[in-house]
C-alpha cells in the first residue's frame, strides 16, 4: 500500500532522454507545500490533541476517534522534515546542473542516508493517509449509530469497543504496509532516489499493488461513510437545531475531506500507473501526467490541514476546552470569553459536544458586580438517581 509512485519522474518505459520531461517545478513545489503543512498541522493537530488528551471529556466515542485521527496526521507531519529536506537538495541539485554542494540528482547518484529517511517518510505518508480515512469511515458509523438510536449511553462498554476497534485500524493499515514493504523486496524493484521506480516490472508491480490499495484503502471507506449519510438524512432533519448543525457540520467537513483530498488523488494514481506501465505512452501524455501527479499529492497532503477542522465542529468538548483557555490568556484568568455560531442556540443541548450556546459570534468581558439582591427561600427537590447517569444528560450524543 505505501509506495513513492505519485511521485516519480524517474526512467520509465519510454525513456526520460526522449520525452525531456523536466521535474525542477516538482521538487521546489514539494519542498514549499510540505514547509506549509508541516507547521499548519502540527499547530493545528498538535494543539487539537493537548485540548483532548488534557481538557476535553475522553470517554466519549467521537473523542476516542478524533484523538486517533489527530495521533495519524502527526505522524506524517512529524517525518515532513525528511521529506523537505529531501526535494530541497533536489532542487538546488537539478537549478546548479548537478554541481552545488557536490550534489547530483537522484538518478545520477547511488541511494545515500537521505534517500532512505524520504523513503521512510513515503510509508508513514501512507499509514498516516489511509488510517484517516479509515477513523473518518468510524466516526460517520458511530454517528449514524448514535443517530438512530442503536447507541443509547456513553458509558464504558460501547467506549472501550470503540477503543478495539481503533486498534484494529491501526493493526491493519500497518499490517499491510509491512506486507508490501516485504512483498517490494522480494521482487527486488528498482527505484532511485525516494523510491522513484526505474524499470517496467517495477511499474507493473506497483500497478496491482495500487488497485488493492484503492479498493480496500479508499472505496470501501468511501461507501460505507455515502450510505451512512444518506441513512442519516432523516435522523439530521428530526433533530433539534443545534445537533442538526454539528451534524451538516460534520458531513460536509468529512465529504470535503474525501472529495478534495482524496478522491483526486486515487484517481490520478491509478491512471498515471496504467499508462506508465505502457511503453507506447506518448510523451506528452506522459508529461500532462506527471503535472497532475504535483497538483493531487498536495491536496493529499492537505488532509492534515482540513482534519482540525473537523475537531473544532465535531469534537466532544473541545470548543469549551479552548475558550477557558483564550479566556485565561485574554482576560488573565478574571472572567470568561464567550464566542457563538451563526446557528444561534441549541448547540450545547446535546451533553457539550462542542457548540456554544451563546449567539452573534460577539466576545463579552466581565462587567462590575451590581448590589446584591435578596431572593426568596426556595426549596429544591434534589434529582433522582436516574436522572444522574453521567452521560452530560443526553443519551444520543456520540
Known amino acids: 500500500m505505501a509506495m513513492e509512485l505519485v511521485n516519480s519522474t524517474a526512467p520509465s518505459p519510454v525513456p526520460a532522454q526522449l520525452c525531456n520531461i523536466s521535474s525542477e517545478y516538482?521538487?521546489?513545489?514539494?519542498?514549499?507545500?510540505?514547509?506549509?503543512?508541516?507547521?499548519?498541522?502540527?499547530?493545528?493537530?498538535?494543539?487539537?490533541?493537548?485540548?483532548?488528551?488534557?481538557?476535553?471529556?475522553?470517554?466519549?466515542?467521537?473523542?476516542?476517534?478524533?484523538?486517533?485521527?489527530?495521533?495519524?496526521?502527526?505522524?506524517?507531519?512529524?517525518?515532513?522534515?525528511?521529506?523537505?529536506?529531501?526535494?530541497?537538495?533536489?532542487?538546488?541539485?537539478?537549478?546548479?546542473?548537478?554541481?552545488?554542494?557536490?550534489?547530483?540528482?537522484?538518478?545520477?547518484?547511488?541511494?545515500?542516508?537521505?534517500?532512505?529517511?524520504?523513503?521512510?517518510?513515503?510509508?508513514?505518508?501512507?499509514?498516516?493517509?489511509?488510517?484517516?480515512?479509515?477513523?473518518?469511515?468510524?466516526?460517520?458509523?458511530?454517528?449514524?449509530?448514535?443517530?438512530?438510536?442503536?447507541?443509547?449511553?456513553?458509558?464504558?462498554?460501547?467506549?472501550?469497543?470503540?477503543?478495539?476497534?481503533?486498534?484494529?485500524?491501526?493493526?491493519?493499515?500497518?499490517?499491510?504496509?509491512?506486507?508490501?514493504?516485504?512483498?517490494?523486496?522480494?521482487?527486488?524493484?528498482?527505484?532511485?532516489?525516494?523510491?522513484?521506480?526505474?524499470?517496467?516490472?517495477?511499474?507493473?508491480?506497483?500497478?496491482?499493488?495500487?488497485?488493492?490499495?484503492?479498493?480496500?484503502?479508499?472505496?470501501?471507506?468511501?461507501v460505507a461513510v455515502l450510505l451512512c449519510y444518506a441513512l442519516m438524512i432523516r435522523h439530521i432533519l428530526a433533530a433539534s437545531a443545534g445537533r442538526r448543525a454539528r451534524d451538516v457540520a460534520l458531513v460536509c467537513l468529512v465529504l470535503t475531506v474525501f472529495c478534495v483530498c482524496f478522491l483526486p488523488y486515487h484517481v490520478q494514481r491509478t491512471l498515471h500507473l496504467a499508462y506508465a506501465r505502457d511503453a507506447g505512452t506518448a510523451c506528452q501524455t506522459r508529461a500532462h501526467l506527471e503535472r497532475s501527479v504535483v497538483a493531487t499529492l498536495c491536496l493529499a497532503v492537505a488532509n492534515s490541514v482540513l482534519d482540525p477542522l473537523i475537531f473544532l465542529f465535531v469534537g466532544n468538548g473541545f470548543l469549551q476546552a479552548v475558550r477557558k483557555m483564550l479566556a485565561a490568556v485574554v482576560t488573565g484568568g478574571r472572567g470568561a470569553v464567550r464566542w457563538g455560531w451563526p446557528w444561534g442556540k441549541g448547540g450545547d443541548d446535546d451533553g457539550g459536544d462542542g457548540f456554544s450556546s451563546s449567539g452573534g459570534g460577539t466576545t463579552s468581558f466581565p462587567t462590575p458586580p451590581s448590589p446584591p439582591v435578596q431572593q426568596p427561600l426556595v426549596l429544591v427537590q434534589p434529582p433522582s438517581p436516574k436522572q444522574d447517569r453521567g452521560d452530560g444528560g443526553d443519551s444520543t450524543d456520540l
Open 26 to 222: 516538482k521538487h521546489t513545489t514539494y519542498a514549499v507545500v510540505y514547509s506549509v503543512v508541516l507547521v499548519l498541522g502540527l499547530l493545528g493537530n498538535g494543539s487539537a490533541l493537548y485540548v483532548f488528551c488534557k481538557l476535553s471529556v475522553k470517554n466519549r466515542l467521537s473523542t476516542i476517534i478524533l484523538i486517533n485521527l489527530a495521533i495519524s496526521d502527526l505522524i506524517f507531519i512529524l517525518a515532513l522534515p525528511l521529506r523537505v529536506g529531501y526535494y530541497m537538495r533536489e532542487s538546488l541539485a537539478q537549478s546548479g546542473g548537478g554541481g552545488v554542494g557536490g550534489w547530483r540528482p537522484h538518478h545520477e547518484r547511488n541511494v545515500d542516508v537521505l534517500d532512505l529517511a524520504c523513503r521512510a517518510s513515503t510509508y508513514l505518508f501512507y499509514i498516516s493517509m489511509y488510517c484517516s480515512i479509515y477513523f473518518l469511515m468510524a466516526l460517520s458509523v458511530c454517528r449514524y449509530l448514535v443517530l438512530s438510536g442503536r447507541l443509547r449511553h456513553q458509558n464504558r462498554v460501547y467506549c472501550r469497543r470503540v477503543r478495539l476497534l481503533c486498534a484494529g485500524i491501526w493493526a491493519l493499515v500497518v499490517g499491510i504496509n509491512v506486507a508490501y514493504v516485504a512483498a517490494a523486496d522480494g521482487f527486488t524493484v528498482e527505484a532511485s532516489g525516494c523510491l522513484e521506480p526505474r524499470s517496467a516490472g517495477t511499474w507493473d508491480f506497483l500497478y496491482r499493488a495500487n488497485i488493492m490499495a484503492v479498493a480496500l484503502g479508499f472505496s470501501l471507506p468511501l
